[in-house]
Nanobody, 120 residues
Framework: QVQLVESGGGLVQPGGSLRLSCAAS????????MGWYRQAPGKQRELVAA???????NYADSVKGRFTISRDNAKNTVYLQMNSLKPEDTAVYYC??????????????WGQGTQVTVSS
């Protein structure tokens, strides 16, 4: 069974930094795009950043220049380095992967979410 497990969330002051990690495990044949989404209370889930297997990246305008997404294909892991954090970055952050498990069709997989709170 495929799982995405996130780590690295927490409480940080405005201007601070956090690094999120998400590791995909299980019988995985291949992983295409991986990404991070977030959902703040009362708001829809939104894309924060995404990265293809080849390393091409895409960012939401609100995080450009502050967040950096990267991945380690050998470890099936994606990272999100978040710098200059603002209170409006407060949300539950979800990892997402478009992947092909070993014995079933390709699909979209999600992690359980990790809380990021930016507050003084």
């Amino acid at each position: 069974q495929v799982q995405l497990v996130e780590s690295g969330g927490g409480l940080v002051q405005p201007g601070g930094s956090l690094r999120l990690s998400c590791a995909a495990s299980g019988s995985i044949f291949s992983i295409n795009a991986m990404g991070w989404y977030r959902q703040a209370p009362g708001k829809q889930r939104e894309l924060v950043a995404a990265i293809t297997s080849g390393g091409s990246t895409n960012y939401a305008d609100s995080v450009k220049g502050r967040f950096t997404i990267s991945r380690d294909n050998a470890k099936n892991t994606v990272y999100l380095q978040m710098n200059s954090l603002k209170p409006e970055d407060t949300a539950v952050y979800y990892c997402n992967a478009d992947l092909k498990p070993a014995l079933i069709r390709r699909g979209d997989y999600w992690g359980q979410g990790t809380q990021v709170t930016v507050s003084s």
